[in-house]
Structure formats: C-alpha cells, structure tokens
C-alpha cells in the first residue's frame, strides 16, 4: 500500500521491496541535513521514488528512465550514449537491487560518477562507462544533455556536482 502524501520519515537511502511510496513522488532533504551528511555539499536537495529495473544500480551512478513504459523506472545510464536530457533521470545516492523501490536525486548538490571532470565544467551523460558523466563540450552530440555543473574535479571516479533534472 502506498503512503500517499504522508509525512516521510525514514532515510532516503531505505530501499523497499514494493511502491511504499507512489513513484514520481518527490521530497526535499533540508539543507542541514545535506551538510550533515556531507560536508562538502549545501543547500537543500529533491529526491524523487522510484523502481530500479533489473539490473539495479550503485551509489553516485547517473540514472536514466528505463526502457519500458513506466516514466519512473530507473537504469544505469548506458556507456558512450548520448541521451536527451528528457531521459535522463537522477543520480543514485546509494545502491539499490533489481526491480526495488527507492529515492534518487533529481536537484540540489551531490556525488556523481564522472570521467576527466574539471570543477566549474558542465556535465552531459555521453560517458565512456556506464553511469559515469563526462565534461560538456557544447558540440551538437552532447550539449542538449547537459544536467548538472561539476563543483570539483574528477576524484577517485567521482565529483561533487549541482545537478537539475527538472
């Protein structure tokens, strides 16, 4: 049974077995609650429920819609592909298996799978490796799929980054 529009107050990061919440459904972590967890990260945060496909996904991956009828059903982006930003999904703030339910982040600062990133570049989804985002160089193959501006370097896979999936 789904909650509807109660008051959430588990994790973000619980995973569920079934739709305990209805997907598309979004909330927003409070800014102090980001920096607590990370504190290179501010302001507040979206999050959006939704079901992994399955193949599941880890933490920091960029998320697209999967290739199915339902418009919340989250997969891996896929390696050397350019997609529309409309495809585009969220980042994963944490791994969830196949076929279950949880939240991903749709807007706000976080840490994201990236290649060859520098701070202040915008990122696009058109990666080498799955789920990982690369710099944005304005050409016609990449520049519609930007989603978010890198605030650090490429470190140890990933960067701090704002990103807005709208």
């Not at 979004?26 to 607590?36: G, I, L, M």
């Not at 701070?119 to 989804?125: D, E, L, M």
Request: glycine letters at 10%.
């Amino acid at each position: 049974m789904a909650y509807g529009n109660s008051v959430k107050t588990e994790d973000f990061s619980a995973v569920y077995d079934g739709e305990t919440y209805p997907v598309g459904s979004c909330r927003v972590q409070p800014a102090a609650e980001v920096t607590d967890a990370d504190a290179s990260l501010v302001g507040d945060r979206v999050w959006m429920f939704v079901q992994a496909d399955s193949n599941g996904f880890l933490a920091n991956d960029l998320l697209k819609r999967a290739v199915n009828a339902r418009s919340y059903a989250a997969s891996k982006s896929p390696a050397a592909a350019d997609i529309e930003l409309i495809n585009l999904i969220g980042v994963a703030g944490h791994d969830v298996a196949a076929n279950k339910y949880s939240w991903i982040i749709v807007k706000g600062e976080c840490v994201v799978k990236t290649n060859g990133v520098g701070a202040g570049n915008n990122i696009t989804s058109s990666g080498a490796d799955a789920g990982t985002a690369i710099p944005a160089t304005g050409g016609a193959t990449d520049s519609f799929a930007v989603f978010g501006r890198a605030l650090t370097a490429t470190a140890g896979g990933v960067s701090d980054a704002y990103v807005d999936f709208r």
